[in-house]
């Protein structure tokens, strides 16, 4: 089993188990406009991950979802996020 850890460098990178319950405290008081990027069957009906982002939503936060089908890359990253420039996300 992996402790759990934390990374307080840019961008800051936390994981561990239970750490999805912190999504939306998290992420709610850090941005207004969110990206969550998860693998294209990972977590799409994760019903822990649809709350945390229902929660994100009833704070007026804007949630935006995009898919990556394998181990992502930093240019398959900046190909999928490439459309949503213009909507400014924080986070």
């Known amino acids: 089993m992996v402790n759990r850890f934390s990374f ?3 961008p800051k990178i936390i994981f561990g188990p239970g750490k999805l319950s912190e999504l ?10 969110i990206l969550l990027v998860t693998g ?9 991950l649809l709350d945390q982002v229902a929660a994100l939503e009833n704070m007026g936060k804007k949630v ?18 490439s ?6 996300i924080d986070l």
Do not use: F, W
């Open 83 to 88: 459309g949503l420039r213009d909507h400014k």
């Open 40 to 48: 294209s069957t990972s977590h799409r009906n994760n019903i822990r």
């Open 64 to 81: 935006y979802r995009t898919y990556i089908n394998q181990e992502p890359t930093v240019p398959m990253i900046d190909q999928a996020v």
């Open 8 to 10: 307080s460098t840019i």
């Open 24 to 33: 939306s405290s998290i992420a709610g008081r850090n941005a207004d406009r």
